[in-house]
């Protein structure tokens, strides 16, 4: 009988233990960073067409300066007639995601304006845009393959 309890003992020890690695992983992903996301995204969809862009770019496309966020990964197309983008935003603290959001929605209605009637086929990929928070994360696709890059980047933090 007390080696059946020492079993149960365990077992439940064992299963506590399981399930509480679960959801400390839950919140790991607040340890990644923007580019580690982003080679996540890199996996799942080729980002050929697009280049690594800096700080001074993320300030001039979304007026986001690098000194107000905690870490970004930001890729454009690498002609001006191409509308293809991805940023991911790590904020400081979850609640200035609303903040990043909406500079990057100044840029959406600039884009709009731009290729509405120069390159629909461009305007309709920033029709169909994502731009969604999660945590401290902040992510924005302009892509024919934007879905899969949302999907990339929900599975990265995971």
């Known amino acids: 009988m007390q080696r059946m309890q ?7 020890v064992l299963v506590i233990g399981i399930l509480g690695g679960c959801s400390a992983r839950s919140g790991d992903h607040e340890d990644r960073t923007a580019s580690e996301v982003a080679a996540r995204v ?16 993320l300030r001039k496309l979304y007026g ?7 870490d970004f990964a930001l890729y454009t197309a690498e002609s001006n007639v191409k509308a293809d983008e991805l940023a991911i935003v ?7 995601a609303d903040n990043v959001m909406n500079q990057i929605r100044h840029r959406i209605e600039a884009q709009t304006v731009k290729f509405r009637d120069y390159r629909p086929e461009e305007f309709y990929l920033i029709d169909k845009h994502v731009l969604k928070s999660a945590g401290t994360f902040v992510f924005f696709a302009v892509s024919k393959e934007a879905d899969r890059m949302e999907q990339a980047f929900d599975a990265a933090l995971k």
């Open 64 to 70: 986001i300066k690098a000194d107000d966020i905690a």
């Open 42 to 57: 890199a996996q799942a969809v080729s980002l050929s067409g697009m280049q690594a862009r800096d700080a001074e770019k």
């Open 90 to 96: 790590k904020v400081k603290e979850p609640g200035e």
């Open 6 to 12: 020492r079993i149960v003992g365990l077992a439940l």
